[in-house]
Each structure stands twice: as structure tokens, then as C-alpha cells.
């Protein structure tokens, strides 16, 4: 099984930016779906962005031209680099994976969060106007 842990979380002011860090370890597994996903008090969770170990990206819209997911080489880390930053992005931010065995038109956007089998901790992105 794939454990994550995340990390790059914490106060910012709005229009600043912070890049948070996914550790991926334990068994890995392809084809697979990796996002991440928020969560705000009183409100449901959302995906934010995801990346499929096919290369493809999804955003959704309201982080579009703002966020940017990807990984390095050795697909051990996912990053999110969250720029432009607005109070509405105020939330607890997560990361998952899952193996697919087949790919969506748009890649891992049609994955939903409930499809997800791995999660990490979660970080705390706060944004004050």
C-alpha cells in the first residue's frame, strides 16, 4: 500500500504563494491517478488538481492559471505550487493515489474523491485578505 504524507502548508496573505509537498513511499503501483483535494469548515471536499502517471493534468476552474501539480523524475514527491493565492483557497489541502486500470477523456479528472484509496495527513492552507 501507498502511504503519503504531506507537507508546505501555512499562513500566507492574499496574492502570495506556497508550494505544498506530497512524500509518496510503500508499494507503487501503474497506471495510477495522484490529486489533491481541499477541504474548508462546513464544506465538502473538492478536488483541486490532479496528474495521472500518464503525464496529464486536470485543474478545476477555480484554480486554473493559479495552481500547478506536478512530480519529480522519480515520481516520489507530488507537488502543488499554489500562486496568486485568495482567502476562498482557505482550507485543509490532501493528497491521494489510486491505480486505475483505465483512462477517462480527461485522464484522472473523472476519478471522484470517493475512488481515491490512499490519503495523506492533510495541511492547513490559510489565506488572510
Known amino acids: 500500500q501507498v502511504q503519503l504524507v504531506e507537507s508546505g502548508g501555512g499562513s500566507v496573505q492574499s496574492g502570495g504563494s506556497l508550494r505544498l509537498s506530497c512524500a509518496r513511499s510503500g508499494v507503487s503501483y501503474r497506471p495510477y491517478c495522484m490529486g489533491w483535494f481541499r477541504q474548508a469548515p462546513g464544506k465538502e471536499r473538492e478536488g483541486v488538481a490532479s496528474?495521472?502517471?500518464?503525464?496529464?493534468?486536470t485543474y478545476v476552474n477555480s484554480v486554473k492559471g493559479r495552481f500547478t501539480i506536478s512530480q519529480d523524475n522519480a515520481e516520489n514527491t507530488l507537488y502543488l505550487q499554489m500562486d496568486s493565492l485568495k482567502p476562498e483557497d482557505t482550507a485543509m489541502y490532501y493528497c491521494?493515489?489510486?491505480?486505475?486500470?483505465?483512462?477517462?477523456?480527461?485522464?484522472?479528472?473523472?476519478?471522484?474523491?470517493?475512488?481515491?484509496?490512499?490519503w495523506g495527513q492533510g495541511t492547513q492552507v490559510t489565506v488572510s485578505s
Open positions: 496528474i495521472g502517471s500518464d503525464g496529464r493534468t
Open positions: 491521494a493515489a489510486v491505480r486505475v486500470s483505465s483512462w477517462g477523456a480527461d485522464g484522472c479528472g473523472s476519478v471522484l474523491p470517493i475512488q481515491y484509496t490512499n
